[in-house]
């Protein structure tokens, strides 16, 4: 770690990089700090290509507890005021939702409001039986935000979607992985080195591959000939690649081939 924080860690080792939400005494709350200090996070995993994947994580229990609702109460914004604030936010998370690379969300404990919307801006999200997530965002009279009206409906369809913002309700982790929000479930000991496994599964990984398939799942409803023409494009850039020639080859040769899910040991 090259860098000092005051609200979260950020740490890379063997190519992943592992992004900790630490401020106990707000329950790691997106308050200005924390969202400035992840803002220099996500700028750098998006121009460090030696960073293969990313985890989003909390500490002290907790995933997120969503907004810093002390400090909007004092803060007394008006509607410039609060324009400005959400675009300050949209800057570093547009990059985080176009990250050409995996992110994965290992959540334990509460991810409320914007905390959620902070989960669901990952690819893979694993949970624990003590996972809770809440769109919380009705209770204090406000819109969800940190993408959750691009994100939520696209994974669980806009009626659920429309029920769970509006309804403000508990959803735990089970409930989780059976509304497809969550990937897998782990005791809260095996989430961590489990994210962790999944990540370096993705340092083996054809990145441009991963940047392709990101692309083409992100395009919001596109049309049949624009589907076949990204896939046309994309197969012609990644049959050109190193990562494309060594795997044919260890496959030829019956070798193990280079990308395992989750990394060998």
């Not at 989960?119 to 997530?133: E, G, M, N």
Request: hydrophobic share 45%.
């Amino acid at each position: 770690m090259d860098e000092l924080f005051k609200t979260i860690r950020f740490d890379v080792q063997d190519q992943v990089g592992t992004l900790t939400l630490d401020n106990p005494t707000k329950r790691n709350a997106l308050d200005l700090v924390m969202r400035e200090e992840i803002s220099r996070v996500v700028a750098r995993v998006h121009s460090d290509q030696r960073i293969r994947a990313l985890i989003i994580t909390g500490a002290n229990d907790h995933f997120c507890a969503g907004g810093d609702l002390r400090g909007i109460a004092t803060a007394a914004l008006d509607n410039a005021a609060w324009r400005q604030r959400m675009q300050n936010l949209h800057e570093w998370l547009r990059l985080l939702l176009t990250l050409d690379r995996p992110v994965i969300a290992a959540v334990d404990g509460a991810a409320a409001g914007a905390g959620f919307s902070l989960a669901l801006s990952a690819d893979f999200i694993l949970v624990t039986p003590r996972t809770r997530f809440c769109m919380s965002f009705m209770k204090v009279g406000l819109v969800p935000d940190c993408g959750a009206f691009y994100t939520l409906p696209r994974i669980v369809g806009v009626q659920r979607a429309r029920e769970l913002m509006l309804s403000a309700r508990d959803v735990d982790g089970a409930e989780a992985l059976k509304l497809g929000i969550a990937m897998e479930m782990h005791e809260p000991a095996q989430l961590l080195p489990r994210a962790q496994a999944l990540a370096s599964s993705f340092v083996h990984a054809s990145p441009t591959v991963v940047s392709i398939v990101k692309r083409a799942l992100a395009t919001p409803g596109p049309d049949l000939a624009t589907l076949l023409e990204l896939e046309a494009s994309g197969q012609a850039l990644a049959a050109g690649t190193q990562e494309h020639r060594v795997a044919v080859g260890r496959f030829l040769d019956k070798q193990p081939a280079p990308f395992q899910w989750p990394a060998r040991s």
